[in-house]
């Protein structure tokens, strides 16, 4: 894993969570990868995602959100113009472009987890 | 379905997806390069150029796909290897792009700024990688393969994302070119082959050559020869064209300029009209006197006639006897006795026997017309469409006539081929031509005409033609391009014609002589044919041999002189060298005319 692109929310501190949610998403220019929940899939995607995200020089960043429900007012307020985001418990990542849009989801009964699927949701994140 | 919506994804954002099987490249004498157009079929070359051909390999596999007998199998492996292709291609031309944006947006300070950037670099170089993951998708093949990119990318130090995209785009090329060894191989195995030839087309004499093409045939290259280099001496045709001008001078000085001239519109009129006219008489009352056999076929016109002839005799007959009956009886007692009622009952019986004869022979006509009257009007038919079939064939053998004659009139005034004659042309397969298999054919290769041609002159003409093939089966072309040679440099020319001399002493008038002109001509651009074949300016020096004094045969001149319209018409001032005196000088260029007619 590639702990220089992961970012770790501290969900047993949530007003710190949200602090720094509401910071990674609207003050940095990132391409955002979240990924929600733990579990052994979650770490293969975490594993995937940090690998995907590129060097420090490029824009993709991965955020790891333990426990989603510490900062779920934030996700819900998120730009979602297709409401891909309308199932939560039954999603294990989503990816914001750079000007905070929801434009890819990975549902929990996706079956292709290769890091090119994460490529693909970062490059949607990159298109805007 | 994923494939053509990458394909058209491709459309869409302008790649170069051509249907042109080769892409063609001018290289000059002058070193110069120039693209030529393939999407048009005749071109203006140098006469000393090379001809850089790329080939557009999945168009060309494209192509033969419907040869094959796996035509389905065939066009989905062609249109993978298209569109793979062109998306590494197009990422890797785009990557340099998204390498600088990426070092500007981290020096950036603003989120703005870097959101600008991110904005600017992303779409197309994020397109291309989306389009080759949604293949991907449909294609585990290809998904192990730039799975196994990406690693490979991360792994060796360098994980950043241009990196990737370097891998990926690399990766789908490699891949293409995996299926497209597949796919040569499923053609192969049917036995179906490339060949190329190229042939010179002389315009003078219509002879024709092969061309040497590396890698395609086996033919033996000619000497070479250097269309530019300084050729004084005259060649056979010229040597030849001098004795056919000396014969027309003699000619024309014996019975004068006007007089030759008459001549040669007599000569033309019974040489060339006179006998349009006679054949287009003689194919007209031919064709009159089909269309009336056409008419008179399957009726009986004799037994008509003759039917008709009775009748007329058996009338007049009647007439005849009628009259005599008149006279007989109008002078007789009209008292009507019996015996002369008998009498003239007898003589009625003796006429209705030559009336029965009437009816008989006006029944038969009656019925002859009766039984043709269907085919009357079948044959009248028939007339009419043979008449305006044989017109039309008439009319358009004579307008072809007409093309061919104006073609040559047109070659040998301007020097070269008309494009309804040069698309008559075509590129000879011999069996030194070789049959490629797909997997053998190169990248590319060069149409040396520099080299590989031997000699040669402005206005001859090359086709370079590809087609493939299957065995027993008639080749189908795949590609055909024509040449037209051009001298695009600045030369010298030098020809022969007629010039018209005018000595500056005396009140002699014009004479004419044979000349030879020695001509500089000045560099254009190929396409500017026009200019060649009919302004073609000229400067040089004409020589003349001259008859200012009768006794003295061995007379000659030069003077300095200007050419224009392709050097139909020479003007100068000149002097004899012999009798030491200055002339005006007018010479005509003559190919043609000084060839066929004696004044």
Redesign the interface.
């Known amino acids: 894993m590639n702990h220089e692109k992961l970012i770790t929310l501290p969900c047993q501190y949530p007003e710190e969570a949200k602090n720094s949610f509401k910071k990674l998403i609207f003050e940095e220019a990132y391409l955002l990868f979240i990924v929600l929940g733990t579990g052994e899939t979650v770490n293969k995607i975490l594993d995937l995602a940090t690998k995907a995200a590129g060097s420090n020089q490029d824009p993709g960043m991965v955020i790891w959100i333990t426990d989603y429900t510490v900062v779920s007012d934030i996700i819900e307020s998120l730009n979602d113009p297709l409401n891909k985001l309308n199932d939560l418990d039954n999603t294990y990542a989503f990816a914001l472009s750079i000007i905070d849009k929801v434009v890819d989801v990975i549902k929990k009964d996706e079956n292709k987890l290769d890091i090119l699927r994460i490529w693909k949701s970062f490059q949607l994140a990159l298109k805007g | 379905m994923k494939y053509i919506l990458t394909l058209l994804f491709i459309v869409c954002v302008n790649i170069n997806y051509g249907q042109s099987i080769w892409d063609l490249t001018e290289s000059k004498p002058n070193g110069k390069e120039e693209s030529i157009d393939s999407l048009l079929v005749y071109h203006n070359i140098d006469i000393s150029s090379r001809i850089l051909i790329n080939f557009n390999q999945e168009n060309i596999r494209k192509e033969l796909s419907s040869l094959s007998n796996q035509e389905t199998e065939i066009d989905r492996l062609i249109n993978k290897v298209i569109i793979l292709n062109e998306l590494s291609k197009e990422g890797l031309k785009s990557l340099p792009k998204y390498s600088e944006g990426?070092?500007a947006?981290?020096k950036s300070k603003s989120?703005d700024e870097?959101?600008k950037i991110?904005?600017s670099i992303?779409?197309t170089?994020?397109?291309l990688?989306?389009n080759l993951?949604g293949l991907?998708?449909e294609d585990d093949a290809l998904?192990a393969v730039?799975?196994d990119a990406?690693?490979k990318a991360?792994s060796d130090g360098?994980?950043?994302?241009s990196n990737?995209y370097l891998e990926l785009f690399q990766a789908s090329h490699k891949y293409a070119l995996t299926l497209r060894m597949e796919l040569d191989q499923l053609l192969e195995n049917e036995g179906i082959y490339v060949q190329m030839a190229a042939t010179l087309h002389r315009i003078s004499n219509n002879e024709k050559q092969s061309i040497h093409i590396e890698g395609f045939d086996s033919f033996e290259p000619p000497e070479f020869y250097d269309p530019y280099e300084l050729n004084l001496t005259l060649n056979d045709k010229q040597l030849d064209e001098i004795k056919n001008l000396q014969k027309a001078c003699d000619s024309i000085n014996k019975i004068g300029i006007s007089k030759a001239l008459s001549n040669y519109i007599d000569k033309f009129d019974t040489e060339i009209i006179k006998p349009i006219i006679d054949d287009l008489t003689e194919s007209t009352t031919e064709l009159l006197k089909e269309s009336e056999k056409i008419l008179k076929q399957d009726i009986p016109i004799d037994e008509l006639e003759q039917t008709i002839i009775s009748l007329k005799n058996s009338l007049i007959l009647i007439q005849f006897e009628l009259k005599h009956l008149y006279e007989k009886y109008s002078e007789t007692d009209l008292s009507l006795n019996v015996e002369t009622i008998k009498l003239i009952l007898k003589d009625l019986q003796k006429l209705s026997g030559n009336v029965s004869s009437i009816v008989t022979d006006a029944k038969k006509i009656i019925k002859i017309i009766d039984d043709n009257k269907e085919v009357i009007p079948n044959n009248i038919e028939l007339a009419i469409n043979t008449f305006q079939d044989s017109i039309e064939k008439i009319i358009t053998d004579k307008l072809d006539q007409g093309r061919t004659a104006i073609n040559q009139v047109h070659s040998e005034l301007t020097g070269y081929r008309t494009i309804s004659e040069i698309n008559k042309l075509s590129a000879d397969f011999s069996d030194k031509v070789k049959k490629l298999d797909l997997k053998d054919l190169p990248k590319m290769t060069v149409l040396d005409i520099k080299n590989n041609t031997g000699y040669r002159e402005e206005g001859d003409n090359v086709v370079l033609e590809m087609r493939s093939g299957k065995v027993n089966e008639k080749p189908k072309t795949l590609g055909k391009e024509y040449f037209t040679l051009i001298k695009t440099q600045a030369h010298i020319v030098t020809n022969v014609g007629i010039a018209f001399v005018k000595p500056n002493k005396g009140d002699e008038n014009f004479t004419a002589v044979v000349s030879s002109n020695t001509l500089f001509k000045f560099g254009t651009k190929a396409k500017r044919t026009f200019y060649r074949k009919f302004i073609d300016v000229g400067v040089g020096v004409n020589i003349s041999t001259l008859n200012f004094e009768t006794d003295n045969p061995f007379e000659f001149g030069a003077a300095p002189v200007v050419s224009i319209f392709n050097d139909y018409l020479v003007s100068g001032y000149g002097y004899n060298f012999t009798q030491g005196d200055w002339y005006l000088l007018i010479s005509i260029r003559v190919p043609f005319l000084m060839k066929e007619l004696n004044f």
């Open positions: 990426i070092i947006y981290n989120n870097k959101i991110l904005n992303s779409d170089i994020s397109n990688s989306l993951i991907s998708e998904r730039l799975n990406f690693y991360i360098d994980n950043s994302w990737v």
